[in-house]
């Protein structure tokens, strides 16, 4: 089995396994990744709270809940470090559930490579992810692009405004 379907069966199996944990303290399990860095494993879980900056606390609080349970249930057979840690302001909108938040937001998209008029990465709206494109406004002009020519998508962050209000 590949490296990487390897990682994603794992992901989803944690996933399953830890989500119910995640969401009784009030987080969003916004993602999981099992993945190899040098000889290493890590897996990485992700969370978030609608409208609350997340803190370190919040990371030390979701780890010491899920630890006794991948402890106890044992879904990883070799060892690896568990990081958690908050999906922060510039996140990859990496599932349906994550795309459906940002529908109609701005959003930055980067491609393996150039896109007509759009080049390799733009700022655009997202329209829709439906089927094998995803449709995008720019500049008052509408794209589709397949999904298999987008490397990441990102929700946009304007740090003027941010910085502004603080």
Known sequence: MAETQKGKNVA????NLLKGTVEELGYELWDVEYKKEGADYNLILTIDREGVEL?????VKVTDAVNP???EEDPIPTS????????????ELKRDSHLKKYLNEEVEV????????????????????E????????????FEI????VAS???????????KNN
């Open 12 to 15: 989803e199996k944690v996933e």
């Open 55 to 59: 803190t370190l606390d919040d990371c």
């Open 69 to 71: 349970i991948l402890d």
């Open 80 to 91: 690896y470090c568990l990081e958690v840690s908050s999906a922060g302001l510039e996140r």
């Open 110 to 129: 980067r491609l393996f490579a150039p896109f007509e008029k759009v080049g390799k990465i733009f700022n655009g709206t997202l329209l829709a992810f």
């Open 131 to 142: 089927g094998e494109n995803y449709s995008f406004k720019v500049m008052e002009e509408e």
């Open 146 to 149: 397949p999904k298999n020519k």
């Open 153 to 163: 998508i990102k929700n946009a962050v304007d740090y003027a405004k941010i910085f």
